[in-house]
């Protein structure tokens, strides 16, 4: 069963607010990642974890802070959020990083006010 | 000049027609090739991996090219369903670069 599952499916906060997004996988994979989707936009990579260690991050702000407490759980803290932050947030996992295909959950559609 | 490059579209084709969409990659390192499909409002699903001999899933044939560094994905006798944006990926290093994505709308 090749499924991602992310939860909350719909998010809104304000930009003093702390929040998480989270995410989990059960088919074993030990690369998990973290995107950022826009409107008419293809996604865009934030955060790649590997073995449950940090192996990627695409200079995003440290308003996004990413945790992997275990192999098949995935979290995205978020702080004092921006409106332009407002975003689909998707999560994938991978059997290993590099050039294995991804499965992606649904996503968290994010809205910051 | 992008790492994953695709036709703009978007492309209206009636039902029953076969559709073509190309993409080019710069990353002459990259080993592995993916077409995925998005829907409005939905995550990004593996449609197939492309492979250097080529790979056919029922209705849909992907090809790649390594000396051209081009991919291409034929989707043949479409269907309403099939209307959906196609995005097209390479490997770069050690993770997936996407392109931009071209829009398929088929009509009846």
């Known amino acids: 069963d090749t499924e991602v599952t992310q939860t909350p499916k719909h998010l809104v906060m304000g930009m003093t607010n702390k929040k998480s997004l989270k995410c989990e996988q059960h088919?074993?994979?030990?690369?998990m990642y973290w995107y950022k989707q826009k409107a008419k936009k293809p996604p865009e990579l934030m955060f790649v974890?590997?073995?449950?260690?940090?192996?990627i991050n695409e200079s995003v702000p440290s308003r996004f802070s990413p945790e992997c407490p275990n192999s098949s759980l995935l979290n995205l803290h978020l702080h004092a959020l921006q409106p332009e932050d407002s975003a689909l947030y998707l999560c994938?996992?991978?059997?290993?990083?590099?050039?294995?295909?991804?499965?992606f959950g649904p996503g968290t559609r994010l809205t910051v006010t | 000049r992008k790492e994953v490059e695709q036709d703009p579209g978007p492309f209206n084709v009636p039902e029953g027609a076969t559709v073509a969409f190309n993409c080019t990659y710069s990353?002459?390192?990259?080993?592995?090739f993916f077409w995925y499909r998005q829907d409005c409002r939905k995550e990004p699903k593996l449609l197939m991996s492309?492979?250097?001999s080529g790979n056919e899933d029922g209705r849909f044939t992907a090809q790649l090219n390594r000396a051209s560094q081009y991919i291409s994905l034929l989707i043949r006798d479409s269907k309403l369903s099939d209307s959906a944006t196609y995005l097209c990926?390479?490997?770069?290093?050690?993770?997936?670069?996407f392109g931009a994505g071209t829009i398929l709308r088929v009509k009846s």
């Open positions: 990926v390479a490997q770069g290093g050690n993770k997936l670069v």
């Open positions: 974890y590997s073995y449950e260690k940090l192996s």
């Open positions: 088919m074993g994979h030990r690369a």
């Open positions: 990353n002459s390192a990259s080993q592995s």
């Open positions: 492309v492979y250097s």
């Open positions: 994938a996992s991978s059997l290993t990083g590099g050039h294995y295909e991804q499965y």
